[in-house]
């Protein structure tokens, strides 16, 4: 795969829900729309949402014009950085008791409750060994709810298992790469619990991970990479209130279709329950990745 294939999957709208036609979960992951800003701006700048061993400090003092950067469609070709939200579904944030201002959330589709990264690299001295570095903040308010496990399980199954083809609703089906990687501090014990329940395995680097990527994590810290073989194999022990043992396909039903939201239609709604501990990440480093961590 060559750099401009990288940058054809990065630029191309993304957008899927957790779970199945027949049992949904609770989460829609989508592109950030350009008038969405302020929203994104409140996951990334909120002081207690980067609280965490690993996290930046000072996120709340970058100014509007660098965290804009990171939506914009440059940065998606050059980078090949991808930009999510996290999307709880419409009326799930009072029957789960989310106390949040719920106006300073609300966006088509939903209540943001979190931001995911990917920046999707391959191997210098391999092209066709590519994959994809995560990152993931849920908002403070909004943990203790499982939000961040279900979100990995998702875009696990889009990194991994999907199909980089594009679906009627315009959006891709998947990335359909070779390797995920995930980083946290050593500290960070909370997160890798999260990981632990993913039944994903670690692998401790002094170094960088493998595809050389130089903005990590600046404290001492542990890679997760994921493979689809690895991934297949644990996604048969992983399970949530609205999954089947053993499923293994991405949803096909309620994936929002980015050209609605941005006329101001609404997207899909479902219900679904969990509990459990939330996850948050959040270092947004110069070179437009996140570094990893989480606590309960």
């Given at each position: 795969m060559n750099?401009?294939?990288?940058?054809?999957?990065?630029?191309?709208?993304?957008?899927?829900?957790?779970?199945?036609?027949?049992?949904?979960?609770?989460?829609?992951?989508?592109?950030?729309?350009?008038?969405e800003f302020p929203q994104f701006k409140r996951i990334l700048t909120t002081p207690e949402n980067n609280s965490f061993p690993g996290a930046?400090?000072?996120?709340?003092?970058?100014?509007?014009m660098f965290l804009r950067i990171h939506l914009s469609k440059e940065r998606r070709e050059i980078k090949h950085e991808v930009?999510?939200?996290?999307?709880?579904?419409?009326?799930l944030e009072e029957s789960l008791k989310i106390p949040f201002e719920k106006v300073h959330h609300i966006v088509?589709?939903?209540h943001v409750i979190g931001v995911m990264t990917l920046v999707i690299d391959q191997?210098?001295?391999?092209?066709?060994?590519?994959?994809a570095f995560i990152g993931i903040i849920i908002h403070h308010e909004a943990r203790r709810h499982s939000f961040s496990k279900e979100a990995f399980i998702a875009i696990l199954d889009y990194i991994l298992l999907g199909h980089p083809t594009t679906l009627r609703n315009g959006n891709l089906g998947g990335l359909g790469l070779r390797k995920a990687f995930i980083e946290t501090a050593v500290a960070n014990s909370a997160f890798r619990g999260l990981m632990e329940s993913l039944h994903l395995?670690?692998?401790?680097?002094?170094?960088?991970?493998?595809?050389?990527?130089?903005?990590?994590?600046?404290?001492?810290?542990?890679t997760y990479t994921v493979t689809k073989p690895d991934w297949l194999e644990a996604r048969k022990l992983v399970i949530m209130d609205w999954m089947p043992e053993g499923q293994q396909a991405l949803s096909r039903d309620?994936?929002?279709?980015?050209?609605?939201?941005?006329q101001g239609h609404g997207a899909d709604s479902g219900h679904a329950s969990g509990s459990g501990h939330g996850a948050g990440i959040g270092r947004l480093s110069g070179h437009g990745r996140f570094g990893y961590g989480a606590y309960k």
């Open positions: 750099p401009k294939s990288l940058a054809q999957l990065a630029i191309h709208p993304h957008g899927f829900s957790t779970g199945t036609k027949d049992r949904p979960g609770r989460l829609i992951l989508r592109d950030v729309l350009d008038h930046e400090s000072g996120m709340a003092t970058f100014p509007d930009t999510l939200f996290i999307i709880l579904k419409p009326l088509n589709g939903g191997n210098p001295h391999n092209p066709s060994d590519c994959g395995k670690r692998f401790e680097r002094e170094g960088t991970p493998d595809h050389g990527q130089r903005d990590r994590v600046h404290v001492p810290s542990i309620g994936s929002p279709n980015l050209w609605e939201l941005e």
